[in-house]
């Protein structure tokens, strides 16, 4: 049941249904979670390196870049999550533009472009996910990352 209440708040917030459970979001920004390079590989050998914040497990995702008021280019958060599903994302208390990259099994699935801060339209592909990588409004594009890229998932330790 836990994880069913966390999977319908999943942020930048993730949710199914965002107007639902708003009580249990956070009310400030999470400490930096841990991060590793994670590095995007294009169809043409293009490799581009991102330090992301690893959010793997709820809580974590369910906070995501909440209330962040900065994300550097080159940086981002990379959602993870046990199995491929449809994942919606929405914008609720992030005042931040972002691109949510999404994959499957480290292929790519899908971006929203300029994920407009503060919005509560759920936001993902129809396609199933289970990786989304949120960056800086725009990184997509300026770094032509779309159909053909992979992902190459961080070496944990």
């Keep these: 049941m836990r994880n069913l209440i966390f999977a319908a708040l999943l942020l930048t917030a ?7 459970n708003s009580a249990e979001l956070p009310t400030q920004a ?16 293009q490799v581009i390196t991102v330090r992301a914040e690893l959010a793997d497990d709820e809580p974590e995702r369910a906070a995501g870049l909440m209330y962040r008021t900065e994300l550097v280019s ?6 993870m999550f046990e199995r491929p599903q449809r994942l919606s ?15 499957d099994q480290g292929t790519y699935v ?9 919005d509560e ?11 989304v990588l949120e960056v800086p409004g725009g990184w997509a594009s300026a770094n032509g990352v779309g159909p053909g890229w992979r992902l190459v998932e961080p070496e944990l330790n």
């Design 30 to 45: 999470q400490p930096p979670l841990a991060t590793a390079p994670v590095q995007l590989l294009g169809p043409q050998g």
């Design 110 to 118: 899908a971006t929203v472009a300029w994920a407009k801060p503060y």
């Design 89 to 103: 994302f929405w914008m609720k208390n992030t005042p931040l533009a972002l691109d949510l990259i999404f994959f």
């Design 14 to 20: 993730c949710s199914q249904n965002p107007t639902e």
């Design 121 to 131: 339209t759920p936001l993902g592909p129809t396609a199933p996910a289970d990786r």
């Design 74 to 79: 080159g940086t981002g958060m990379l959602f």
